[in-house]
């Protein structure tokens, strides 16, 4: 294995071979380093991405792989990248492994780790019935029974984007509801329900979701339910290299997709509330000609 790279991508999903496929046409020595665990795993189908909508995830990372190893300065290595650090040339990663590769610049794109509550049930469901975006699935779930698992603002918010595709709604505080005397006037004109008691359990069915299980011994049936869950990034390195982070926790990038640390770019879920292949893409796509053009620069 080729050690030495002008390129390295932490993160081989959608924004990774989409950053890495730019850099092959141009020719770039790039290694992408991935760990095979994709954000959207659980998911059964993608869609609102045009020309693959309804399909696995795993068929269209399967086909983006296939194509960008068509393009011969571009190499993978299946692996879990645990360290990083700057060198004069540029940044050196090192695996859980061992293994250590160096590169000139580095993209991240590595997306974000969903920290679910520990309710029973609940991760069984995650990204089949309980689910994040209206975007990504909520037509799938059209006029059925929906429940969300949110307080606050992002109750609120899911609330107003799945009013359009439900007329059966309940907000599912799990204790205590926070809104406002304008937020409570709109939830009740729209005749949305809104329950403060804490849940205990998720009744289902291999991922399909039944019923509510609450702490009184009540339970509610649904068809689908939004849940607004924190998240995390799904790596530490950029922390370790000190790019910083916005306040809701995603990699701080300017418009063409630097960070914070010169030469350190990212793309995909890590650093966009927009979650979805399509932008994943997109991103990836912008970041691998950035950073041919940053190459460009230092060496025409």
């Not at 049936?221 to 916005?246: D, K, N, R």
Request: aromatic fraction near 8%.
């Amino acid at each position: 294995m080729i050690k030495e790279f002008e390129v390295l991508i932490i993160g081989g999903s959608y924004a990774g071979l989409s950053a890495a496929m730019a850099l092959g046409r141009s020719l770039r020595k790039v290694l992408v380093i991935d760990n095979g665990q994709p954000c959207n795993r659980f998911t059964p189908h993608s869609h609102n991405f045009i020309t693959h909508d309804g399909e696995a995830p795993a068929t269209i990372s399967q086909k983006a792989r296939e194509q960008v190893e068509q393009y011969d300065t571009v190499h993978f290595h299946q692996g879990l990248a645990t360290e990083g650090k700057k060198t004069e040339a540029g940044f050196e990663i090192k695996t859980q492994a061992g293994e250590v590769f160096l590169g000139k610049k580095l993209i991240f794109a590595t997306g974000i780790r969903d920290l679910l509550p520990d309710i029973p049930g609940l991760a069984a469901c995650w990204g089949k019935t309980v689910i994040h975006c209206p975007y990504c699935h909520g037509y799938e779930f059209r006029q059925q029974k929906t429940g969300i698992f949110a307080n606050g603002q992002r109750a609120f918010h899911l609330a107003s984007m799945v009013n359009n595709l439900t007329g059966d709604l309940t907000v599912l505080t799990n204790g205590k509801a926070d809104f406002d005397a304008a937020q409570w006037e709109k939830l009740r004109r729209h005749h949305i329900e809104v329950i403060e008691i804490e849940i205990t359990t998720i009744e289902q069915e291999e991922g399909q979701i039944k019923a509510v299980v609450f702490v009184d011994g009540n339970r509610m049936g649904f068809e689908a339910a939004y849940a607004a869950v924190p998240f995390a990034q799904h790596s530490e390195i950029p922390a370790l290299l000190g790019c910083e982070l916005t306040e809701l926790g995603y990699l701080k990038v300017s418009p063409f997709q630097q960070t914070t640390v010169e030469g350190v770019f990212a793309c995909g879920d890590n650093s966009s509330m927009m979650r979805s292949v399509a932008n994943a893409v997109a991103t990836g796509n912008l970041t691998g000609a950035v950073v041919n053009g940053s190459l460009v620069e230092e060496h025409f």
